[in-house]
């Protein structure tokens, strides 16, 4: 199976800052790569699918790059609802789509 | 509107059965593949299962292979999950979602979950 690995797993930080997530693929993926936010008791939300396109109605700020192994979300000027889980999932090929273990974005 | 709601979670003994169903509105849902994805008590999300559009094909993570089922029926919208010999380890919160193969099968609607609790 493909392991994803995300760091940082935990981050603190203030609004406005510029905000920058990677996730690493055991092997590489192509741009099978989806972004997801998650808020305490609330569903997984898609904000980025394909590594880079983001989905209608998401934030531009929200951006996602990378092909290959390595792939970034960076949140540009976080805002005050963007304090949350971000998860990472290759989809790359016949399951099982693995998800990173998650990095939480929390105040500083 | 586009939905989907969970149910059929609970509390159960080690060793028993549950199915879980996930009920579908608001959209084509015989056009769809769907997923069942868990999240253990504070960890992160785990993919579980999918079924496509037709339920020709099948897939499991290694964890549930064998002792789960998905299937569906789309006279219904519904789609399920059977899991059998559950363990304590099963124990979490399991959402479907609906699997957007033009998006590269990233999950683009999810359901609000149901608990599932394996204790004695």
């Known amino acids: 199976d493909i392991q994803m690995t995300q760091s940082p797993s935990s981050l603190s930080a203030s609004v406005g800052d510029r905000v920058t997530i990677t996730c690493r693929a055991s092997q590489t993926i192509d741009n099978y790569l989806n972004w997801y936010q998650q808020k305490p008791g609330k569903a997984p939300n898609l904000l980025i699918y394909?590594?880079?396109s983001l989905r209608s109605g998401v934030p531009s700020r929200f951006s996602g790059s990378g092909s290959g192994t390595d792939f970034t979300l960076t949140i540009n000027s976080l805002q005050p609802e963007d304090f949350a889980t971000y998860y990472c999932?290759?989809?790359?090929?016949?399951?099982?789509?693995?998800f990173g273990q998650g990095t939480k974005v929390g105040v500083k | 509107q586009v939905q989907l709601v969970e149910s059929g979670g609970g509390v159960v003994q080690p060793g028993r059965s549950l199915r879980l169903s996930c009920a579908a509105s608001?959209?084509?849902?015989?056009?769809?593949?769907m997923q069942w994805v868990r999240q253990a008590p504070g960890k992160g999300l785990e993919w579980v299962a999918l079924i496509w559009h037709d339920g020709s094909n099948k897939d499991y993570a290694d964890s549930v292979r064998g002792r789960s089922t998905i299937s569906r029926d789309n006279s219904k919208n519904t789609v399920y999950l059977q899991m059998n010999s559950l363990r304590v380890e099963d124990t979490a919160v399991y959402y479907c979602a609906r699997d957007r193969s033009g998006w590269l099968h990233s999950s683009d609607i999810w359901g609000q979950g149901t608990m599932v609790t394996v204790s004695s």
């Open positions: 608001g959209f084509s849902f015989s056009t769809y593949a």
């Open positions: 999932q290759q989809t790359y090929t016949t399951p099982p789509w693995t």
């Open positions: 394909g590594a880079s």
